[in-house]
Nanobody
Framework: VQLQASGGGLVQAGGSLRLSCAASGRTFSRNVMGWFRQAPGNERKFVAAIDWSSDITSYADSVKGRFAISRDNDKNTVNLQMNSMTPEDTAVYYC?????????????????WGQGTLVTVSS
């Protein structure tokens, strides 16, 4: 699976941004998909994940109620809608795909990664 993330940019605190991840290669529709983020000097952290059917999602506590993950298996895309953003959301955001079922929050559980897209939230 090849992943290409896009949609990053500069946004003011309280604003919104929508990230997209386009997938190609092997069967995308059966992969669990996730979003992670990495701020400068910090480790890569889990943001959200979604199962293949879109019935099950998981979120980090820090983004619950503000971010929403979704996917379109017909278009091979997974999206992350980010609302009520704060400067603490500033990071490089990565989309990732698992080979196995089950939502996971550890980066090591994801085999495929996109190149990352930078999100900056100004105060």
């Amino acid at each position: 699976v090849q992943l290409q993330a896009s949609g990053g940019g500069l946004v003011q605190a309280g604003g919104s941004l929508r990230l997209s991840c386009a997938a190609s290669g092997r069967t995308f529709s059966r992969n669990v998909m996730g979003w992670f983020r990495q701020a400068p000097g910090n480790e890569r952290k889990f943001v959200a994940a979604i199962d293949w059917s879109s019935d099950i999602t998981s979120y980090a506590d820090s983004v619950k109620g503000r971010f929403a993950i979704s996917r379109d298996n017909d278009k091979n895309t997974v999206n992350l809608q980010m609302n009520s953003m704060t400067p603490e959301d500033t990071a490089v955001y990565y989309c990732a795909a698992r080979n196995y079922n089950g939502l996971r929050s550890a980066p090591a559980d994801y085999a495929y990664w996109g190149q990352g897209t930078l999100v900056t939230v100004s105060s």
